[in-house]
Each structure stands twice: as structure tokens, then as C-alpha cells.
């Protein structure tokens, strides 16, 4: 008589999904997607300007996941994330994973000038320091991120979701483009999936947020363009770049990113600018003044999140999502 094969045991009570202020939408959509309610905590301010956070229900033996893009006001949204883990751990939570669905001063990853903080290590090491276990993590900046941090850490991309949506476009006349020489791996792998050719944009950075348009490496001349960044920030890069193509004789130009931080003039430069379309997930909540901007698509990536999240709480594989 064959043997019984063993019952596996969770090595958890249960999970929980918090979340701070950043972004409380996405939080509460991926807790949708999982089916289970977003954990109570209450955020908020001294007069001074302290945070002042509380964790409201018991989470002793739980499986944690804080839900918290760093975004603007970056410093603030980096606290409520490090007190929050800070909380849980002390409540006795069995594992914390800082689910990171935007890593703020990711592109200060290196030392390129004399006297200079590599901010990226830092945060990573005061995320750490605070308790979290592990860290889920979507589109850092430079993958190499990932070894900033001593734990477990899950990289995913928006990819699968951008490409669903423009799968329509696929053909003979896309070209997928990378902005920078720093995002051709990126871009490339996009243009894999969706079967396109592949051109690059040399482009030299003057100063902080300010980019001139050097060359255009490939052939645009009568192809549809999509441009294939990690976030937009100002959006001058971006413009520029719809305009160097166009001027090379590309058809039209459209633009996908993960993370619309859409600072000072961004919203309303690409509005006036020649891009048919800017689509970005929501990862970071969209400015009000984006709301109305009609070139502006906004994707979730909650239901892509919430399957990291049941992967990493079941001790599965998170490797699927990556197809």
C-alpha cells in the first residue's frame, strides 16, 4: 500500500496587505484582486509634520505585505513605508515584504561625480534596517538595484501588460525605440515580444532633468514609433525624442512608461507636443492635471501585483509573470 503523500502546512496564520498614503487605489485594487480586505491602519500628521502611524489590527504570525510606492512627496511616503514595517515587525509579524510598486531615488544608483551619495544603496539599506523580509519590486531603474539589498528581492516588469495592449499595433511598420543607450535592453526585449525592429536615441544629459537628442540609430523613416521608457519625469526627453523622429520621417510616435511621475511641465508638454498617445500604469497615482490631458492612458498593474503577491505568500513560482 503506497504511503500517503504529506499535507503541506502554510508557514503562515494568514496574510495582510497595508498600505500608506501614497497610493491607497492600487492597494485597494490589488486587494480586490486577492480577494481579501486592506489591512486598517491609520496614517496621518502632527501639526509639525511628524508621521504618526498605528497598525489597528493584530498581525502577530501574519504574512505581511505594505504596499507603498515612493513617489512625490518622496520623503514622506519613504517614512510612512519604514514606520510601517517598523510597526508590524514589533507587532510580531512573521515575514514583511515591502512591496515597492515604484522605487523612488533609483536614479541615483552610482557615484558619477566627486562627493556624491549613492542614494539608492541608502534607501535600500533603511528599508532593510526598518524589518522587511523582502522586497517586491516593479521596474527599478537599473536592475542592478537589486543587489543594493541583502534580502530576497522580486523584480517584475509592466511589460506583459503594456504589450497586451499594444499588441494590436504589431507589424510590419512598428518600430519599438529606446530613449537612452541605458534602456536598449528594456526596449529590446519589448520589440521581441511584440516582433519589431528595434532603434536607439543618443542622446547626451547636460545637467539634471535637462537632455539634448544627439542621433537616431536605425531606420524610422515611414514606421510607426514606440518609444519604450521605464518612467517620464519632466517629459522633456521625451518630446524631444518624439521630434527627432518624427523629423527623420517616422509616421506617427507613441510612448509607453511604467511610472508617470510627471513633474513641473511634464503633463502639459506632452499635451502640446506630437505624440498620438503616452501610456503608464499606475504604479504612481496620476497628477490631477493629468486627468484631463487627452494623450494620457493610464493601465493597472494591480492584477499583475496581486499574482506576485499570492506567488510569494503560497511559496510558488514568480517566474510565470515574466511570460
Known amino acids: 500500500m503506497a504511503a500517503p503523500k504529506p499535507v503541506r502546512t502554510m508557514r503562515f496564520n494568514h496574510f495582510k496587505v497595508f498600505t500608506g498614503n501614497a497610493n491607497p487605489a492600487l492597494a485597494s485594487e490589488i486587494c480586490y484582486e486577492l480577494g481579501c480586505p486592506l489591512g486598517a491602519a491609520n496614517v496621518r500628521s502632527f501639526s509639525d509634520g511628524e508621521v504618526h502611524l498605528q497598525v489597528q489590527e493584530n498581525v502577530r ?8 510606492p515612493t513617489c512625490n512627496p518622496v520623503d514622506r511616503h519613504l517614512m ?7 510597526a508590524l515587525k514589533r507587532a510580531s509579524a512573521e515575514r514583511i515584504t515591502a512591496v515597492l510598486p515604484y522605487y523612488g531615488y533609483a536614479r541615483q544608483d552610482r557615484k558619477d561625480r566627486p562627493r556624491m551619495p549613492i542614494s539608492a544603496r541608502l534607501v535600500a539599506s533603511v528599508i532593510e534596517r526598518a524589518g522587511a523580509d523582502r522586497i517586491l519590486a516593479l521596474d527599478l531603474h ?8 541583502d534580502v530576497p528581492v522580486d523584480h517584475l ?9 499594444f499588441d494590436e499595433l504589431k507589424g510590419e511598420n512598428l518600430t519599438v525605440v529606446s530613449p537612452d543607450a541605458g534602456g536598449v535592453e528594456r526596449a529590446r526585449a519589448f520589440g521581441k515580444r511584440l516582433g519589431s525592429p528595434l532603434a536607439i536615441i543618443d542622446k547626451r544629459r547636460s545637467d539634471v532633468n535637462v537632455a539634448e537628442v544627439m542621433h537616431i540609430i536605425g531606420d524610422v523613416a515611414d514606421q510607426d514609433c514606440l518609444i519604450v521608457d521605464d518612467l517620464i519625469d519632466t517629459g522633456g526627453t521625451l518630446v524631444k525624442a518624439a ?3 518624427l523629423e527623420q520621417g517616422a509616421k506617427s510616435v507613441r510612448a509607453c512608461a511604467t511610472h508617470a511621475v510627471l513633474s513641473g ?18 504604479s504612481i497615482p496620476l497628477a490631477e492635471v493629468a486627468d484631463n490631458c487627452t494623450r494620457i ?7 499583475l501585483l496581486a499574482k506576485a503577491i ?3 505568500h503560497e511559496d510558488g513560482s514568480v517566474s510565470t509573470l515574466f511570460v
Open 142 to 149: 537599473a536592475a542592478q538595484i537589486q543587489g543594493f539589498f
Open 157 to 165: 516588469f509592466a511589460a506583459p501588460v503594456m504589450v497586451d495592449y
Open 310 to 312: 499570492q506567488s510569494i
Open 80 to 86: 510612512e513605508l519604514l514606520l510601517m514595517i517598523d
Open 243 to 245: 521630434e527627432a523622429l
Open 297 to 303: 492612458k493610464q493601465l493597472s498593474v494591480a492584477p
Open 265 to 282: 511641465p511634464a503633463v502639459e508638454r506632452i499635451e502640446n507636443s506630437q505624440l498620438e498617445e503616452v501610456v503608464v500604469t499606475n
Open 61 to 68: 504570525g501574519a504574512d505581511c505585505f505594505v504596499v507603498q
